[in-house]
């Protein structure tokens, strides 16, 4: 490029410069005015800090109760509550639980080190819960060692109960009527069978009876 060319090229720059107005000019445009109240500060992101301390422990093995997972889950830090979700009825396992550690910086460990580990045969799974979503009932009755009812008792005694005269009428009526039932359909499906009778269905009284005192 030639002298001339360099020169013609700067002329052409400073005249399209000048086609633009300057920020600083009175006489600036209005597109390219500065904001109300002077430049914005851009406020600083501060690091999220992490306040969870109640982790959700799933697909909890058979056998891997409260006691095992006091005992395992300590070698992380202090545990604070402890529960495994159970049957109201069986008081078996739910297979799903939670922990509350007093340190959040140990839960959060706890949770990247044992999500997905192998534990007899299961793959456990587990999640840091947010403080914001625990429940406010979730810690009711934690430490509550629970019972299971034994129905077959309670079963048992309703059968061997005492009873007066009036109640064992109704109970051979019931069975009475239960077994004239049964032989009805039996005859229905045109099965040549042979009922056997009711044994003490004709006895006015049993052994356990409950008299009237006069």
């Not at 009825?89 to 949770?111: C, D, L, R, Y």
């Amino acid at each position: 490029m030639g002298v001339k060319a360099r020169k013609a090229s700067k002329k052409a720059i400073k005249k399209a410069s000048s086609q633009f107005p300057n920020s600083d000019s009175k006489t600036a445009s209005a597109d390219f005015l500065p904001l109300e109240g002077g430049p914005r500060e851009i406020p600083e992101t501060k690091p999220l800090h992490n306040s969870a301390t109640v982790l959700y422990v799933g697909r909890i093995p058979h056998g891997f109760y409260e006691k095992e997972m006091e005992a395992y889950f300590q070698q992380f830090g202090a545990i604070k509550r402890l529960r495994i979700a159970r049957n109201k009825k069986t008081g078996k396992s739910k297979h799903f639980g939670f922990i509350e550690f007093e340190n959040p910086q140990v839960a959060e460990v706890v949770a990247d080190c044992m999500h997905n580990y192998l534990l007899f045969e299961h793959l456990l799974q587990v999640h840091l819960i947010p403080p914001e979503h625990v429940h406010p009932k979730l810690w009711r009755g934690f430490n509550y060692k629970f019972k299971p009812v034994d129905y077959v008792q309670i079963e048992r005694k309703r059968h061997n109960k005492v009873r007066t005269l009036e109640e064992h009428k109704k109970l051979v009526e019931k069975i009475i009527k239960r077994d004239t039932k049964r032989r009805k359909r039996i005859e229905a499906a045109g099965i040549d069978y042979e009922c056997p009778e009711i044994v003490g269905s004709g006895q006015s009284a049993p052994k356990k009876i409950k008299f009237d005192e006069d």
